[in-house]
């Protein structure tokens, strides 16, 4: 069983998928502006996990993400192999960082806010660390 699509609540789809592709550099997978359907995947694995960029169309939805981002809390985590380099183009292309790269035990951690109502946690894993790709469970 592998992750095929995840979901990210917005405040605006069609402003969303212009951040996620013009300043992230996501993929566009899919983008019908009328129903108000964007999905997304990254660069590196654009055959991967997409991601859902999800209007908050009920009221559970608005007050989660309003919940979460009062609360300083990521929506959702991305990994780079090198955040310096990728939080020097960010920072570049105007992103809001709330928390600049930061040492962790993991690896290394940054958050920006992604202009529709998330705030977005940049990681950078040592080798072997969780979700790193250079470790090996076998």
């Not at 939805?61 to 380099?85: C, H, M, N, W």
């Not at 993991?106 to 790709?133: K, Y």
């Amino acid at each position: 069983m592998r992750i095929e699509m995840t979901g990210v609540f917005v405040n605006d789809p069609i402003e969303a998928h212009e951040f996620y592709t013009k300043t992230l550099g996501f993929k566009e997978i899919m983008f019908v502006p009328d129903a108000n359907l964007a999905i997304v995947a990254s660069p590196e694995e654009p055959e991967g996990t997409s991601l859902l960029l999800e209007p908050k169309g009920t009221e559970f939805a608005r007050v989660y993400q309003k919940e979460l981002y009062e609360s300083g809390l990521p929506s959702i985590v991305f990994s780079v192999d090198d955040i310096a380099t990728e939080y020097e183009r960010l920072k570049k292309l105007g992103v809001k960082f709330s928390m600049d790269p930061t040492k962790q035990d993991f690896g290394v951690q940054a958050v920006f806010d992604d202009t529709c109502g998330n705030h977005i946690m940049l990681v950078e894993l040592n080798e072997g660390s969780w979700g790193s790709s250079s470790s090996e469970n076998e």
